[in-house]
């Protein structure tokens, strides 16, 4: 009997769910998100590398304010 537990995001994996899988909803844990950006100081970044990770952090802080 394969027997196995994992934790699955309901929309963005929607499309494997099949009829073999039972799921259990878990609603009394918060949600936390960690996304680590690096860069190296030493290269040159390109503003198209700038906008990105100023587009990244932007969309975290608003996403944190909006859980306020």
């Known amino acids: 009997m394969?027997?196995?537990a994992a934790?699955?995001?309901r929309y963005t994996w929607?499309?494997?769910f099949c009829d073999g899988?039972?799921?259990?909803y878990?609603?009394?844990m918060p949600?936390?998100?960690?996304?680590?950006l690096s860069a190296d100081n030493n290269k040159f970044e390109s503003e198209?590398?700038?906008k990105?990770?100023?587009t990244i952090i932007e969309y975290f802080k608003a996403y944190a304010r909006k859980l306020q």
Request: proline content about 4%; some cysteine; hydrophobic content about 45%.
């Open 26 to 28: 878990i609603s009394d």
């Open 52 to 54: 990105c990770r100023d």
């Open 21 to 24: 899988l039972v799921f259990r």
């Open 2 to 4: 394969d027997l196995g």
């Open 48 to 50: 198209a590398v700038k």
């Open 14 to 16: 929607s499309d494997f």
């Open 7 to 9: 934790f699955v995001p």
């Open 31 to 36: 949600m936390e998100r960690f996304v680590h």
